[in-house]
Protein backbone atom coordinates (compact mmCIF):
# COMPACT_ATOMS: atom_id res chain seq x y z
CA UNK A 1 0.00 0.00 0.00
CA UNK A 2 1.40 3.54 -0.56
CA UNK A 3 0.18 6.30 2.39
CA UNK A 4 0.01 10.03 2.12
CA UNK A 5 0.67 11.88 5.17
CA UNK A 6 -0.94 15.33 5.98
CA UNK A 7 1.12 17.33 7.57
CA UNK A 8 -1.17 20.64 8.68
CA UNK A 9 -2.41 17.89 11.44
CA UNK A 10 -1.75 18.86 15.17
CA UNK A 11 -1.25 16.37 17.67
CA UNK A 12 -2.37 13.52 15.38
CA UNK A 13 -0.83 11.86 12.80
CA UNK A 14 -3.34 11.58 9.66
CA UNK A 15 -2.49 9.93 6.13
CA UNK A 16 -4.44 8.35 2.82
CA UNK A 17 -3.63 4.59 2.19
CA UNK A 18 -4.30 3.76 -1.63
CA UNK A 19 -3.46 0.32 -2.87
CA UNK A 20 -0.12 -0.43 -4.32
CA UNK A 21 -1.53 -2.80 -6.94
CA UNK A 22 -3.85 -0.33 -8.60
CA UNK A 23 -2.48 2.94 -11.15
CA UNK A 24 -4.31 5.86 -10.78
CA UNK A 25 -4.86 9.33 -12.99
CA UNK A 26 -3.96 12.40 -11.68
CA UNK A 27 -7.71 13.12 -11.72
CA UNK A 28 -8.68 10.18 -9.36
CA UNK A 29 -5.17 10.78 -6.76
CA UNK A 30 -7.35 14.55 -6.48
CA UNK A 31 -10.85 13.61 -6.18
CA UNK A 32 -9.53 11.50 -3.23
CA UNK A 33 -7.15 13.64 -1.84
CA UNK A 34 -10.21 16.53 -2.20
CA UNK A 35 -7.95 18.85 -3.50
CA UNK A 36 -8.70 21.04 -6.50
CA UNK A 37 -6.16 23.45 -8.58
CA UNK A 38 -5.38 25.88 -5.52
CA UNK A 39 -8.22 28.49 -7.41
CA UNK A 40 -9.78 30.50 -5.00
CA UNK A 41 -13.41 30.25 -3.16
CA UNK A 42 -15.71 31.59 -5.68
CA UNK A 43 -17.96 33.38 -2.49
CA UNK A 44 -14.62 34.11 -0.64
CA UNK A 45 -14.92 37.46 1.09
CA UNK A 46 -12.62 40.03 -1.11
CA UNK A 47 -10.10 42.83 0.37
CA UNK A 48 -9.27 46.20 -0.30
CA UNK A 49 -8.26 45.79 -4.04
CA UNK A 50 -10.44 42.73 -4.20
CA UNK A 51 -7.61 39.71 -3.71
CA UNK A 52 -10.03 36.96 -1.88
CA UNK A 53 -9.19 36.74 1.89
CA UNK A 54 -6.88 33.65 2.43
CA UNK A 55 -8.99 32.42 5.51
CA UNK A 56 -9.31 29.43 5.17
CA UNK A 57 -5.78 27.64 4.20
CA UNK A 58 -5.70 25.83 0.03
CA UNK A 59 -6.48 21.98 0.35
CA UNK A 60 -3.01 21.28 -1.42
CA UNK A 61 -1.49 23.21 1.66
CA UNK A 62 -2.35 19.66 3.86
CA UNK A 63 0.55 17.82 1.36
CA UNK A 64 2.88 20.40 0.65
CA UNK A 65 3.91 23.30 3.24
CA UNK A 66 7.06 25.50 3.51
CA UNK A 67 9.32 24.11 5.54
CA UNK A 68 9.68 27.03 8.66
CA UNK A 69 5.53 25.58 8.98
CA UNK A 70 5.80 22.23 8.78
CA UNK A 71 9.24 21.47 10.26
CA UNK A 72 8.06 19.54 13.29
CA UNK A 73 5.11 17.23 12.25
CA UNK A 74 7.54 16.78 9.10
CA UNK A 75 10.15 15.83 12.02
CA UNK A 76 7.77 13.83 13.84
CA UNK A 77 6.39 11.90 10.89
CA UNK A 78 9.78 11.05 9.71
CA UNK A 79 10.44 9.75 13.49
CA UNK A 80 7.71 7.93 13.31
CA UNK A 81 8.17 5.92 10.04
CA UNK A 82 8.71 2.43 10.21
CA UNK A 83 9.13 -0.57 7.86
CA UNK A 84 6.25 -2.87 6.91
CA UNK A 85 5.68 -4.72 10.26
CA UNK A 86 3.58 -7.51 8.64
CA UNK A 87 6.37 -10.67 8.41
CA UNK A 88 8.17 -11.41 5.11
CA UNK A 89 7.31 -15.08 3.83
CA UNK A 90 11.14 -17.27 3.63
CA UNK A 91 11.59 -17.18 0.07
CA UNK A 92 9.96 -14.00 -0.44
CA UNK A 93 10.60 -10.36 -1.19
CA UNK A 94 8.87 -8.14 0.93
CA UNK A 95 6.34 -6.18 -1.27
CA UNK A 96 7.28 -3.14 -3.06
CA UNK A 97 4.69 -0.70 -4.69
CA UNK A 98 7.31 1.85 -6.38
CA UNK A 99 5.01 2.27 -9.25
CA UNK A 100 1.86 2.95 -7.31
CA UNK A 101 3.85 5.53 -5.20
CA UNK A 102 5.25 7.17 -7.92
CA UNK A 103 2.32 7.12 -10.05
CA UNK A 104 0.76 9.34 -6.46
CA UNK A 105 3.26 11.45 -6.27
CA UNK A 106 3.08 13.03 -10.23
CA UNK A 107 -0.19 13.07 -9.98
CA UNK A 108 -0.34 15.19 -6.28
CA UNK A 109 1.95 17.50 -7.73
CA UNK A 110 0.20 17.99 -11.39
CA UNK A 111 -2.54 18.68 -9.47
CA UNK A 112 -1.17 21.32 -7.08
CA UNK A 113 1.74 22.73 -9.00
CA UNK A 114 1.61 22.55 -12.27
CA UNK A 115 4.39 24.24 -14.73
CA UNK A 116 6.23 25.77 -11.38
CA UNK A 117 9.58 24.08 -9.91
CA UNK A 118 9.58 21.07 -7.96
CA UNK A 119 11.30 18.41 -6.81
CA UNK A 120 10.06 14.50 -5.95
CA UNK A 121 12.79 12.61 -3.68
CA UNK A 122 12.52 8.84 -4.37
CA UNK A 123 14.50 6.61 -1.75
CA UNK A 124 14.24 2.86 -3.00
CA UNK A 125 15.74 0.04 -0.66
CA UNK A 126 14.74 -3.08 -3.00
CA UNK A 127 13.10 -3.68 -6.53
CA UNK A 128 8.72 -2.88 -7.33
CA UNK A 129 7.56 -6.29 -6.48
CA UNK A 130 3.90 -5.55 -7.33
CA UNK A 131 1.18 -3.40 -8.90
CA UNK A 132 1.99 -0.94 -11.81
CA UNK A 133 5.98 -0.53 -12.75
CA UNK A 134 6.98 -3.97 -11.34
CA UNK A 135 10.44 -5.64 -12.42
CA UNK A 136 10.49 -8.59 -10.48
CA UNK A 137 8.07 -10.67 -8.64
CA UNK A 138 8.14 -11.74 -4.68
CA UNK A 139 9.91 -14.99 -5.42
CA UNK A 140 13.23 -14.90 -4.22
CA UNK A 141 14.03 -18.34 -6.39
CA UNK A 142 13.56 -16.10 -9.38
CA UNK A 143 16.57 -13.19 -9.79
CA UNK A 144 16.06 -9.94 -11.30
CA UNK A 145 16.94 -9.70 -14.76
CA UNK A 146 20.42 -9.73 -15.82
CA UNK A 147 22.28 -7.95 -19.41
CA UNK A 148 22.18 -12.24 -20.17
CA UNK A 149 18.51 -12.09 -20.00
CA UNK A 150 17.40 -8.87 -22.14
CA UNK A 151 20.43 -9.98 -24.83
CA UNK A 152 17.93 -13.37 -25.51
CA UNK A 153 14.47 -11.20 -24.89
CA UNK A 154 13.71 -13.43 -21.45
CA UNK A 155 12.57 -10.20 -19.17
CA UNK A 156 9.05 -10.75 -18.01
CA UNK A 157 8.19 -6.95 -16.30
CA UNK A 158 10.61 -4.72 -18.32
CA UNK A 159 9.17 -3.55 -20.94
CA UNK A 160 6.02 -2.59 -19.43
CA UNK A 161 7.96 -1.24 -16.72
CA UNK A 162 9.70 0.68 -18.94
CA UNK A 163 6.41 2.15 -20.00
CA UNK A 164 4.57 2.91 -16.91
CA UNK A 165 8.25 5.04 -15.82
CA UNK A 166 8.60 6.52 -19.26
CA UNK A 167 5.05 7.56 -18.96
CA UNK A 168 5.27 9.26 -15.38
CA UNK A 169 8.90 10.95 -16.53
CA UNK A 170 7.12 12.44 -19.71
CA UNK A 171 3.85 13.66 -17.08
CA UNK A 172 6.59 15.39 -14.86
CA UNK A 173 8.83 16.93 -17.28
CA UNK A 174 5.56 19.20 -18.93
CA UNK A 175 5.08 20.23 -15.40
CA UNK A 176 8.59 21.01 -15.15
CA UNK A 177 8.91 18.43 -12.22
CA UNK A 178 12.25 17.08 -11.29
CA UNK A 179 12.38 13.59 -10.55
CA UNK A 180 15.67 11.87 -8.12
CA UNK A 181 16.42 8.85 -7.23
CA UNK A 182 18.54 7.61 -4.89
CA UNK A 183 18.57 3.64 -4.43
CA UNK A 184 20.64 1.79 -1.61
CA UNK A 185 20.55 -1.90 -1.86
CA UNK A 186 23.01 -4.42 -2.65
CA UNK A 187 20.64 -6.47 -5.20
CA UNK A 188 19.80 -4.17 -8.49
CA UNK A 189 16.28 -2.10 -7.43
CA UNK A 190 15.35 -1.66 -11.21
CA UNK A 191 17.40 1.38 -12.08
CA UNK A 192 17.20 0.40 -16.00
CA UNK A 193 13.45 0.56 -15.73
CA UNK A 194 13.09 3.93 -13.68
CA UNK A 195 15.93 5.66 -15.32
CA UNK A 196 13.72 7.65 -17.48
CA UNK A 197 12.32 9.50 -14.49
CA UNK A 198 15.62 11.08 -13.75
CA UNK A 199 16.87 11.46 -17.47
CA UNK A 200 14.13 13.06 -18.68
CA UNK A 201 13.63 15.27 -15.91
CA UNK A 202 17.10 16.38 -14.94
CA UNK A 203 16.95 14.63 -11.56
CA UNK A 204 19.92 13.18 -9.80
CA UNK A 205 20.57 8.83 -9.89
CA UNK A 206 22.46 7.97 -7.02
CA UNK A 207 23.41 4.62 -6.36
CA UNK A 208 24.95 3.10 -3.44
CA UNK A 209 24.97 0.05 -0.40
CA UNK A 210 23.17 1.33 2.04
CA UNK A 211 20.98 4.55 3.36
CA UNK A 212 23.33 4.15 6.61
CA UNK A 213 26.50 4.76 5.28
CA UNK A 214 28.73 7.85 5.28
CA UNK A 215 29.18 7.78 1.39
CA UNK A 216 25.34 8.15 0.94
CA UNK A 217 24.78 10.78 3.50
CA UNK A 218 27.76 13.15 2.56
CA UNK A 219 26.30 13.03 -1.33
CA UNK A 220 22.50 13.38 -0.06
CA UNK A 221 24.32 16.43 1.94
CA UNK A 222 25.49 17.91 -1.17
CA UNK A 223 21.87 18.22 -2.79
CA UNK A 224 20.98 21.19 -0.71
CA UNK A 225 24.27 23.01 -1.30
CA UNK A 226 24.26 26.56 -1.03
CA UNK A 227 26.25 29.36 -2.97
CA UNK A 228 27.79 32.39 -1.31
CA UNK A 229 24.31 34.13 -1.38
CA UNK A 230 23.07 31.14 0.79
CA UNK A 231 20.94 30.15 -2.09
CA UNK A 232 20.21 26.35 -3.44
CA UNK A 233 22.45 25.76 -6.45
CA UNK A 234 19.56 24.15 -8.24
CA UNK A 235 17.57 25.63 -11.01
CA UNK A 236 14.14 24.55 -12.17
CA UNK A 237 11.69 24.77 -15.48
CA UNK A 238 14.78 25.85 -18.02
CA UNK A 239 14.40 26.04 -22.21
CA UNK A 240 17.28 25.85 -23.77
CA UNK A 241 16.64 27.48 -27.44
CA UNK A 242 19.07 27.48 -30.26
CA UNK A 243 19.22 29.63 -32.92
CA UNK A 244 21.54 29.46 -36.01
CA UNK A 245 22.92 31.64 -39.34
CA UNK A 246 21.08 29.58 -42.45
CA UNK A 247 23.78 27.20 -43.38
CA UNK A 248 23.56 25.63 -40.21
CA UNK A 249 20.64 23.01 -39.27
CA UNK A 250 20.09 21.09 -35.70
CA UNK A 251 20.23 17.47 -35.76
CA UNK A 252 19.19 17.24 -31.85
CA UNK A 253 20.63 17.22 -28.43
CA UNK A 254 21.77 14.05 -25.91
CA UNK A 255 21.83 15.13 -22.00
CA UNK A 256 19.30 15.54 -19.53
CA UNK A 257 16.48 17.03 -21.49
CA UNK A 258 13.20 16.73 -23.67
CA UNK A 259 12.94 17.93 -26.78
CA UNK A 260 9.29 20.37 -27.33
CA UNK A 261 7.35 21.22 -30.07
CA UNK A 262 9.40 23.79 -31.14
CA UNK A 263 9.73 23.89 -34.91
CA UNK A 264 12.05 25.80 -37.18
CA UNK A 265 13.39 25.98 -40.51
CA UNK A 266 17.02 25.09 -39.13
CA UNK A 267 16.02 21.44 -38.19
CA UNK A 268 17.73 18.78 -40.00
CA UNK A 269 16.20 15.49 -41.42
CA UNK A 270 19.01 13.93 -39.85
CA UNK A 271 18.70 13.08 -36.71
CA UNK A 272 20.91 12.60 -33.20
CA UNK A 273 19.58 11.85 -29.95
CA UNK A 274 16.51 14.16 -29.41
CA UNK A 275 15.90 15.64 -32.57
CA UNK A 276 12.90 17.72 -34.42
CA UNK A 277 13.04 20.52 -32.63
CA UNK A 278 14.83 23.76 -32.15
CA UNK A 279 14.53 23.62 -27.82
CA UNK A 280 14.76 21.80 -25.40
CA UNK A 281 13.05 21.69 -21.52
CA UNK A 282 15.32 20.84 -18.96
CA UNK A 283 13.51 20.58 -15.65
CA UNK A 284 16.27 20.71 -13.21
CA UNK A 285 19.73 22.68 -13.84
CA UNK A 286 22.79 22.93 -11.93
CA UNK A 287 26.18 24.63 -12.21
CA UNK A 288 28.01 21.56 -13.86
CA UNK A 289 25.40 20.56 -16.23
CA UNK A 290 25.53 19.79 -19.83
CA UNK A 291 24.02 19.31 -23.31
CA UNK A 292 25.31 18.09 -26.10
CA UNK A 293 23.94 19.97 -28.84
CA UNK A 294 24.32 18.14 -32.88
CA UNK A 295 24.86 20.71 -35.67
CA UNK A 296 24.79 19.66 -39.50
CA UNK A 297 26.24 22.35 -42.33
CA UNK A 298 24.16 22.45 -45.29
CA UNK A 299 26.05 23.18 -48.12
CA UNK A 300 23.10 23.85 -51.04
CA UNK A 301 24.17 23.69 -54.57
CA UNK A 302 22.51 27.03 -55.37
CA UNK A 303 23.29 29.16 -52.33
CA UNK A 304 27.32 27.79 -51.93
CA UNK A 305 28.57 28.77 -47.94
CA UNK A 306 30.76 31.91 -47.90
CA UNK A 307 34.54 31.36 -47.76
CA UNK A 308 35.75 33.86 -45.67
CA UNK A 309 32.16 34.52 -44.09
CA UNK A 310 31.01 32.98 -40.51
CA UNK A 311 28.41 30.78 -39.34
CA UNK A 312 26.61 31.76 -35.96
CA UNK A 313 24.89 29.71 -33.43
CA UNK A 314 22.97 31.32 -30.35
CA UNK A 315 21.91 29.73 -27.54
CA UNK A 316 19.13 31.29 -25.77
CA UNK A 317 18.26 29.66 -21.82
CA UNK A 318 15.17 30.76 -19.63
CA UNK A 319 15.33 29.02 -16.10
CA UNK A 320 13.80 29.52 -12.75
CA UNK A 321 16.62 30.60 -10.22
CA UNK A 322 16.42 29.03 -6.51
CA UNK A 323 15.52 32.30 -5.50
CA UNK A 324 12.10 32.20 -7.69
CA UNK A 325 13.36 34.97 -10.06
CA UNK A 326 13.27 33.84 -13.58
CA UNK A 327 16.45 34.59 -15.90
CA UNK A 328 17.58 34.36 -19.50
CA UNK A 329 20.97 33.59 -20.69
CA UNK A 330 21.83 33.98 -24.24
CA UNK A 331 25.26 32.76 -25.41
CA UNK A 332 25.83 33.84 -28.94
CA UNK A 333 29.36 32.03 -31.33
CA UNK A 334 30.81 32.47 -33.91
CA UNK A 335 33.40 30.61 -36.48
CA UNK A 336 34.45 31.30 -39.76
CA UNK A 337 33.92 29.12 -42.62
CA UNK A 338 36.59 26.70 -44.30
CA UNK A 339 36.56 24.89 -47.59
CA UNK A 340 37.48 21.15 -46.27
CA UNK A 341 38.85 20.67 -50.06
CA UNK A 342 41.68 23.83 -49.86
CA UNK A 343 41.98 24.88 -46.35
CA UNK A 344 41.70 21.29 -44.39
CA UNK A 345 44.47 22.75 -41.85
CA UNK A 346 42.01 25.78 -40.57
CA UNK A 347 39.34 22.48 -39.90
CA UNK A 348 42.05 20.42 -38.12
CA UNK A 349 43.68 23.56 -36.08
CA UNK A 350 39.98 23.93 -34.75
CA UNK A 351 39.45 20.39 -33.75
CA UNK A 352 39.21 19.77 -29.61
CA UNK A 353 40.15 16.31 -29.13
CA UNK A 354 38.76 16.06 -25.44
CA UNK A 355 35.31 17.75 -26.46
CA UNK A 356 35.16 15.17 -29.36
CA UNK A 357 35.89 12.18 -27.43
CA UNK A 358 33.19 13.16 -24.96
CA UNK A 359 30.61 13.74 -27.73
CA UNK A 360 31.38 10.44 -29.93
CA UNK A 361 30.85 8.70 -25.88
CA UNK A 362 27.66 10.08 -25.96
CA UNK A 363 26.64 9.33 -29.05
CA UNK A 364 27.55 5.94 -28.42
CA UNK A 365 26.09 5.68 -25.42
CA UNK A 366 22.66 7.20 -27.00
CA UNK A 367 23.44 4.36 -29.59
CA UNK A 368 24.07 1.41 -27.12
CA UNK A 369 20.13 1.75 -25.67
CA UNK A 370 19.00 0.27 -28.76
CA UNK A 371 21.80 -1.25 -30.59
CA UNK A 372 23.79 -4.24 -29.84
CA UNK A 373 27.26 -3.75 -28.26
CA UNK A 374 29.48 -5.35 -31.00
CA UNK A 375 27.55 -3.10 -33.96
CA UNK A 376 28.18 0.20 -31.15
CA UNK A 377 31.91 -0.74 -31.55
CA UNK A 378 31.83 -1.39 -35.30
CA UNK A 379 30.27 2.22 -35.32
CA UNK A 380 33.18 3.43 -33.28
CA UNK A 381 36.00 1.95 -34.86
CA UNK A 382 34.31 3.05 -38.33
CA UNK A 383 34.44 7.05 -36.98
CA UNK A 384 37.95 6.85 -35.60
CA UNK A 385 39.39 5.01 -38.87
CA UNK A 386 37.61 7.96 -41.32
CA UNK A 387 38.72 10.32 -39.31
CA UNK A 388 42.17 9.15 -39.53
CA UNK A 389 41.98 8.48 -43.32
CA UNK A 390 40.72 13.08 -43.33
CA UNK A 391 43.36 14.38 -40.73
CA UNK A 392 46.34 11.74 -40.74
CA UNK A 393 49.37 12.59 -42.87
CA UNK A 394 50.33 9.21 -44.62
CA UNK A 395 51.67 7.35 -47.65
CA UNK A 396 49.28 4.85 -49.11
CA UNK A 397 49.71 1.50 -47.89
CA UNK A 398 52.66 2.06 -45.53
CA UNK A 399 51.63 2.16 -41.86
CA UNK A 400 54.93 3.54 -40.37
CA UNK A 401 54.70 6.31 -42.43
CA UNK A 402 51.07 7.43 -40.28
CA UNK A 403 51.52 10.89 -38.39
CA UNK A 404 48.90 12.67 -36.56
CA UNK A 405 49.11 16.52 -35.96
CA UNK A 406 48.65 17.40 -32.16
CA UNK A 407 45.34 18.44 -32.52
CA UNK A 408 44.48 14.61 -32.80
CA UNK A 409 47.60 13.00 -31.46
CA UNK A 410 45.41 11.96 -28.02
CA UNK A 411 41.82 11.12 -29.51
CA UNK A 412 42.69 7.78 -30.70
CA UNK A 413 43.81 6.47 -27.04
CA UNK A 414 40.44 8.23 -25.66
CA UNK A 415 38.43 5.73 -28.17
CA UNK A 416 40.61 3.06 -26.81
CA UNK A 417 39.88 3.53 -23.45
CA UNK A 418 36.00 3.87 -24.38
CA UNK A 419 35.78 0.64 -26.07
CA UNK A 420 36.96 -0.73 -22.69
CA UNK A 421 35.22 1.02 -20.75
CA UNK A 422 31.93 0.37 -18.62
CA UNK A 423 29.84 2.42 -20.69
CA UNK A 424 30.13 0.17 -23.80
CA UNK A 425 31.28 -3.26 -22.12
CA UNK A 426 28.46 -4.58 -20.38
CA UNK A 427 30.10 -7.90 -18.86
CA UNK A 428 30.53 -7.96 -14.42
CA UNK A 429 28.33 -4.75 -14.34
CA UNK A 430 23.77 -5.39 -13.69
CA UNK A 431 21.83 -3.36 -16.08
CA UNK A 432 20.94 -1.22 -13.36
CA UNK A 433 24.63 0.21 -13.15
CA UNK A 434 25.27 0.52 -16.71
CA UNK A 435 22.57 2.90 -16.46
CA UNK A 436 23.84 4.54 -13.42
CA UNK A 437 27.16 5.01 -15.32
CA UNK A 438 25.92 5.79 -18.70
CA UNK A 439 23.31 8.70 -16.76
CA UNK A 440 26.05 10.09 -15.27
CA UNK A 441 28.13 10.24 -18.08
CA UNK A 442 24.99 12.10 -20.07
CA UNK A 443 25.24 15.06 -17.44
CA UNK A 444 28.38 15.80 -16.08
CA UNK A 445 31.15 18.29 -17.93
CA UNK A 446 33.87 18.02 -20.04
CA UNK A 447 36.57 16.97 -16.98
CA UNK A 448 34.49 15.11 -15.31
CA UNK A 449 33.65 13.10 -18.45
CA UNK A 450 36.87 12.40 -19.66
CA UNK A 451 37.80 11.56 -16.19
CA UNK A 452 35.02 8.76 -16.44
CA UNK A 453 36.42 8.01 -20.07
CA UNK A 454 40.23 7.66 -19.44
CA UNK A 455 40.82 8.01 -15.52
CA UNK A 456 43.44 10.08 -14.11
CA UNK A 457 46.72 8.39 -12.51
CA UNK A 458 49.19 9.63 -10.25
CA UNK A 459 52.04 8.33 -8.91
CA UNK A 460 53.94 9.13 -5.81
CA UNK A 461 57.74 8.01 -4.67
CA UNK A 462 60.91 9.40 -3.30
CA UNK A 463 62.12 10.34 -6.83
CA UNK A 464 60.83 13.39 -6.90
CA UNK A 465 57.28 15.14 -6.31
CA UNK A 466 53.78 13.68 -7.50
CA UNK A 467 53.45 13.33 -11.02
CA UNK A 468 51.04 12.45 -13.11
CA UNK A 469 51.99 9.17 -15.07
CA UNK A 470 50.64 6.83 -17.92
CA UNK A 471 47.60 4.57 -17.26
CA UNK A 472 49.78 1.81 -18.33
CA UNK A 473 50.76 -1.45 -16.65
CA UNK A 474 54.61 0.04 -16.81
CA UNK A 475 53.63 2.61 -14.41
CA UNK A 476 52.70 -0.02 -11.45
CA UNK A 477 55.86 -0.29 -9.82
CA UNK A 478 56.95 -1.65 -6.00
CA UNK A 479 58.51 1.75 -4.82
CA UNK A 480 55.61 3.67 -5.82
CA UNK A 481 52.06 4.60 -4.72
CA UNK A 482 49.50 4.85 -6.93
CA UNK A 483 45.97 7.80 -6.82
CA UNK A 484 43.64 6.52 -9.58
CA UNK A 485 40.32 8.63 -9.97
CA UNK A 486 38.03 7.22 -11.97
CA UNK A 487 35.24 9.71 -10.95
CA UNK A 488 32.89 6.71 -9.19
CA UNK A 489 36.27 5.36 -7.17
CA UNK A 490 39.18 6.85 -6.17
CA UNK A 491 41.58 4.29 -6.09
CA UNK A 492 44.98 4.35 -3.56
CA UNK A 493 46.97 1.44 -4.59
CA UNK A 494 50.82 0.92 -2.89
CA UNK A 495 53.16 -0.85 -4.63
CA UNK A 496 54.93 -3.99 -3.21
CA UNK A 497 57.75 -2.86 -1.60
CA UNK A 498 55.67 0.02 -0.22
CA UNK A 499 53.57 -2.59 1.34
CA UNK A 500 55.88 -3.70 3.07
CA UNK A 501 57.15 -1.20 4.75
CA UNK A 502 53.76 0.08 5.50
CA UNK A 503 53.23 -3.43 7.18
CA UNK A 504 56.63 -3.26 9.01
CA UNK A 505 55.59 -0.08 10.40
CA UNK A 506 58.22 2.31 9.22
CA UNK A 507 55.92 5.15 9.07
CA UNK A 508 56.10 5.43 12.92
CA UNK A 509 59.77 5.88 13.47
CA UNK A 510 60.97 9.14 13.58
CA UNK A 511 63.86 8.53 11.51
CA UNK A 512 61.48 7.82 8.26
CA UNK A 513 59.12 11.04 8.62
CA UNK A 514 59.76 11.52 5.00
CA UNK A 515 58.03 8.08 4.29
CA UNK A 516 55.05 9.08 6.63
CA UNK A 517 54.91 12.28 4.42
CA UNK A 518 54.91 10.04 1.22
CA UNK A 519 51.85 7.51 2.69
CA UNK A 520 50.09 10.77 3.63
CA UNK A 521 50.59 13.33 0.30
CA UNK A 522 47.99 10.52 -1.90
CA UNK A 523 45.54 10.59 1.24
CA UNK A 524 45.43 14.09 1.35
CA UNK A 525 45.23 14.65 -2.44
CA UNK A 526 42.16 12.14 -2.10
CA UNK A 527 40.16 13.90 0.24
CA UNK A 528 40.51 16.76 -1.75
CA UNK A 529 38.61 15.24 -4.28
CA UNK A 530 35.73 13.68 -2.48
CA UNK A 531 35.34 16.84 -1.20
CA UNK A 532 33.92 18.56 -4.00
CA UNK A 533 32.63 15.18 -6.22
CA UNK A 534 28.95 14.98 -6.25
CA UNK A 535 27.98 11.93 -6.32
CA UNK A 536 30.53 10.90 -3.69
CA UNK A 537 32.89 8.79 -5.32
CA UNK A 538 33.50 5.12 -3.34
CA UNK A 539 37.47 4.93 -1.27
CA UNK A 540 39.03 2.13 -2.10
CA UNK A 541 42.58 1.49 -0.32
CA UNK A 542 44.36 -1.52 -1.51
CA UNK A 543 47.87 -2.90 -2.40
CA UNK A 544 50.05 -4.91 -5.05
CA UNK A 545 47.88 -8.20 -4.57
CA UNK A 546 45.44 -7.02 -2.35
CA UNK A 547 41.50 -8.12 -3.91
CA UNK A 548 40.93 -4.60 -4.47
CA UNK A 549 43.86 -4.03 -6.60
CA UNK A 550 41.75 -5.13 -9.28
CA UNK A 551 39.67 -1.94 -9.58
CA UNK A 552 43.26 -0.38 -11.29
CA UNK A 553 44.26 -3.59 -12.69
CA UNK A 554 41.35 -3.50 -14.85
CA UNK A 555 41.42 0.16 -16.04
CA UNK A 556 45.15 0.29 -17.04
CA UNK A 557 46.43 -0.61 -20.51
CA UNK A 558 47.59 -3.72 -20.74
CA UNK A 559 50.91 -3.53 -22.17
CA UNK A 560 52.48 -6.27 -20.37
CA UNK A 561 50.44 -9.28 -19.80
CA UNK A 562 50.58 -12.91 -19.26
CA UNK A 563 51.58 -13.59 -22.26
CA UNK A 564 54.47 -10.79 -22.75
CA UNK A 565 55.76 -10.61 -19.59
CA UNK A 566 59.53 -12.10 -19.61
CA UNK A 567 59.97 -10.28 -23.15
CA UNK A 568 62.73 -8.37 -23.51
CA UNK A 569 63.05 -4.89 -22.42
CA UNK A 570 60.22 -4.75 -19.67
CA UNK A 571 61.06 -2.00 -17.46
CA UNK A 572 59.38 -3.06 -14.52
CA UNK A 573 55.43 -3.37 -14.23
CA UNK A 574 52.98 -5.28 -13.01
CA UNK A 575 51.46 -7.50 -15.59
CA UNK A 576 47.61 -7.93 -16.36
CA UNK A 577 46.16 -11.36 -16.53
CA UNK A 578 44.33 -10.31 -19.72
CA UNK A 579 43.44 -11.19 -23.58
CA UNK A 580 42.90 -7.35 -23.93
CA UNK A 581 44.36 -5.87 -26.60
CA UNK A 582 47.30 -3.00 -25.42
CA UNK A 583 46.77 0.39 -27.13
CA UNK A 584 50.06 -0.49 -29.06
CA UNK A 585 48.34 -3.12 -30.35
CA UNK A 586 45.55 -0.68 -31.38
CA UNK A 587 47.19 1.52 -32.33
CA UNK A 588 48.97 -0.73 -34.92
CA UNK A 589 45.77 -1.75 -36.43
CA UNK A 590 44.21 1.31 -36.69
CA UNK A 591 47.48 2.79 -39.24
CA UNK A 592 46.86 -0.47 -40.75
CA UNK A 593 43.17 0.40 -41.75
CA UNK A 594 43.88 3.76 -42.21
CA UNK A 595 46.51 3.70 -45.04
CA UNK A 596 44.67 0.97 -46.81
CA UNK A 597 43.53 1.27 -49.94
CA UNK A 598 40.69 -1.23 -49.86
CA UNK A 599 39.43 0.88 -46.38
Known amino acids: MVQVHELGCEGCSKSYVFRGTKDLTAKQIQEMLGIGRGTAQPHAPRGPQGVPQQHHQLPSNRFLQPVHKCDM ?39 TYPNTGARIMTFIGGPCTQGPGMVVDDELRHPIRSHHDI ?61 NTSLFKQTF ?38 GTAIKGSNISETEIGIGGTSAWKLCGLYPNST ?48 DAGINIQHI ?94 NREDLTQSLIMIQPILYAYSFNGPPEPVLLDTSSIQVD ?19 DQWRKQKYQDLPEYENFKQLLQAPLDD ?12 RYIDTEAGGSQARFLLSRVNPSQTHNN ?35
Request: glycine content about 8%.
Open 480 to 498: RILLMDTFFQIVIYHGETI
Open 526 to 537: AQEILQTRFPMP
Open 151 to 211: EKDSVKYMKKAMKHYEGLANRASNNGHVIDIYSCALDQTGLLEMKYMSNYTGGHMVMGDSF
Open 565 to 599: MYAWGQDGGAPVLTDDVSLQVFMEHLKKLAVSSST
Open 291 to 338: LTIFFEVVNQHNAPIPQGGRGYVQFITQYQHSSGQKRVRVTTCARNWA
Open 221 to 258: QRVFSKDQKGEFKMAFGATMEVKTSREIKLSGAIGPCV
Open 73 to 111: SLTDLLGELQSDPWPVVQGKRPQRSIGAAMSVAVGLLEC
Open 348 to 441: AAGFDQEAAAVLMARMAVYRAETDDGPDVLRWLDRMLIRLCQKFGDYHKDDPNSFRFSECFSLYPQFMFHLRRSQFLQVFNNSPDETSYYRHML
